[in-house]
């Protein structure tokens, strides 16, 4: 009968010693829970930080959006009448090529006339100096003839 003293005494140590462990588990599983809920906690706290500031700056980037697009609208209107401006510019300068293309011809016609004229001019001088020349030869050989003749 010993025995079976001795073997309850050793079941029932062995039930104490996984009672105890089983405690000492149930009180670490316990401790991290608590460390996990803390955690989340903290964690849900950072996201509702998180969830403002994204909030806030989706609110500010639909701002910006908004004035950007009210900026492209006004600059529309630049680009426009800086294509007038293009526009009119290239006007001018067609018709500043056309006035030089104009006054060119002209000057060349012009040029022209003038080298005629001085090739008449030219013309008209040697023919005077040629008479002139005409008219010398002439007095010299009259003064000639009136010296050998003696009168």
């Known amino acids: 009968m010993e025995l079976v003293y001795i ?27 608590e460390r996990v809920s803390n955690t989340v906690e903290r964690f849900e706290k950072q996201m509702e930080g998180i969830s403002k500031e994204s909030e806030q700056l989706v609110q500010k980037t639909n701002i910006i959006a908004d004035d950007v697009q009210h ?16 526009d009119s510019l290239e006007t001018v300068n067609n018709s500043f090529q056309n006035m030089s293309d104009s006054i060119s011809r002209h000057s060349k016609q012009q040029s022209e006339q003038v080298a005629q004229a001085v090739q008449w001019g030219n013309a008209a001088i040697d023919m005077y100096a040629k008479w002139q020349d005409k008219k010398k030869k002439t007095e010299v ?7 050998t003749t003696g009168g």
Do not use: D, P
């Open 7 to 33: 073997s309850a005494l050793i079941v029932a140590l062995s039930i104490a010693a996984l009672a105890v462990y089983i405690v000492k588990t149930l009180k670490a599983a316990t401790s991290t829970m």
């Open 71 to 86: 900026k492209t609208e006004s600059l529309n209107g630049l680009f426009a009448s800086l294509k007038n401006v293009g």
């Open 141 to 147: 050989n009259q003064n000639e003839h009136s010296y």
